[in-house]
């Protein structure tokens, strides 16, 4: 089975600074990479996703964006921070293209924006 | 484009309780759904899905097309499945992007 590993695990960053959060996953080659956000009260919103390396697709518009530079590595980033993207991030994976594949979690980043 | 809605937000049952949590789908190809949980201080982790037509930890879900529906049901609900669910939808493209439903927080009074 996969194991995804996330950090930080909790991150505290003022407005207008860069983001980088990690995501790394074993157990598993060319896997399907997800970034969700998981706010209050609104559940889980995919922001992106990956098929491999280099390929990353937007499910909306916003100040995040990712990379893929490895393919077990998925990165989420900012340049300059807003109040906004403040959430807990999770990064995903699925083993690939079976109609009964299931996604497996990271811990998640806890980041808060000031 | 495919939604999934979760009406209730927060549902507490008491322990040896029926327990019922609603999921409603909105998606025009053939649907597959999951149930993901998410205990306290634990990650996401799928719990069952429609094809496989599971029962596990106790919990089954009929998926109802006439409906549109993926209710979550539990017979006698334990305090150990207090925790946030979130039904799923797999989308059909080559990504397999799951659409979440904004999640019941389940409590199981003593």
């Known amino acids: 089975s996969q194991t995804i590993h996330q950090w930080p695990a909790t991150l505290v960053q003022p407005v207008g600074s860069p983001l980088s959060l990690e995501c790394t996953v074993e157990?598993?080659?060319?896997?399907?990479l997800y970034w969700y956000r998981q706010a209050a009260g609104r559940g889980l919103q995919l922001l992106f996703y990956?098929?491999?390396?280099?390929?990353i697709s937007s499910e909306v518009p916003q100040n995040l964006s990712a990379s893929r530079p490895q393919d077990r590595q998925f990165i989420l980033s900012s340049k300059k921070l807003l109040l906004s993207d403040s959430g807990f991030y999770l990064c995903?994976?699925?083993?690939?293209?079976?109609?009964?594949?299931?996604?497996?979690f990271g811990p998640g980043t806890r980041l808060t924006v000031l | 484009a495919q939604r999934v809605t979760q009406p209730e937000k927060l549902l507490s049952v008491f322990k040896g309780a029926p327990v019922e949590l609603k999921c409603n789908y909105s998606?025009?190809?053939?649907?597959?759904l999951f149930w993901y949980v998410q205990y306290s201080r634990q990650r996401l982790q799928l719990l069952l899905r429609?094809?496989s037509r599971e029962s596990i930890k106790g919990f089954t879900a009929d998926l109802n097309k006439g409906e549109t529906s993926f209710h979550l049901k539990k017979p006698f609900a334990q305090e150990e499945d207090s925790a946030m669910y979130y039904c799923?939808?797999?989308?059909?493209?080559?990504?397999?992007?799951?659409?979440f439903g904004s999640g019941t927080q389940l409590t199981v009074l003593p």
């Open positions: 995903a994976a699925s083993p690939g293209l079976s109609s009964t594949d299931t996604q497996y």
């Open positions: 429609h094809i």
């Open positions: 799923a939808l797999h989308s059909s493209g080559s990504a397999r992007q799951l659409t």
């Open positions: 157990g598993t080659s060319n896997p399907n």
């Open positions: 998606y025009s190809g053939s649907p597959e």
């Open positions: 990956s098929v491999g390396i280099g390929q």
